[in-house]
Nanobody, 121 residues
Framework: QVQLVESGGGLVQAGGSLRLSCAASGRTFREYAVGWFRQAPGKDRDFVAAISWSGGATLYADSVKGRTTISRDNTKNTVYLQMNSLKPEDTAVYYC??????????????WGQGTQVTVSS
């Protein structure tokens, strides 16, 4: 099992930036793809971005493409989500999760507790 802890959320004005971090401990984190998801009040949890174990493959939701970059530092067991040009509709709780394998896709195994991002207009 991998324990995941998200951080970096907060309150930011529209047009601003935030960098979220997902720090992992436990089984070999570097072997697994990781995804970021978000859930706004009253809505389903949606996919935001994902990265393969090596960082060689990434995937983004259309809603954040061009404004968001996912990256990872396997020496620090951490995955990052850099979000720029934030919009009020980006307001949500952001979660990271590990996939069952090293490539993006398939079952999600471990989840963090989430970090709140609030974008004011």
């Amino acid at each position: 099992q991998v324990q995941l802890v998200e951080s970096g959320g907060g309150l930011v004005q529209a047009g601003g930036s935030l960098r979220l971090s997902c720090a992992a401990s436990g089984r070999t984190f570097r072997e697994y793809a990781v995804g970021w998801f978000r859930q706004a009040p009253g809505k389903d949890r949606d996919f935001v971005a994902a990265i393969s174990w090596s960082g060689g493959a990434t995937l983004y939701a259309d809603s954040v493409k061009g404004r968001t970059t996912i990256s990872r530092d396997n020496t620090k067991n951490t995955v990052y989500l850099q979000m720029n040009s934030l919009k009020p509709e980006d307001t949500a709780v952001y979660y990271c999760a590990t996939y069952a394998g090293g490539e993006i896709g398939g079952p999600l195994i471990d989840w963090g507790q989430g970090t709140q991002v609030t974008v004011s207009s």
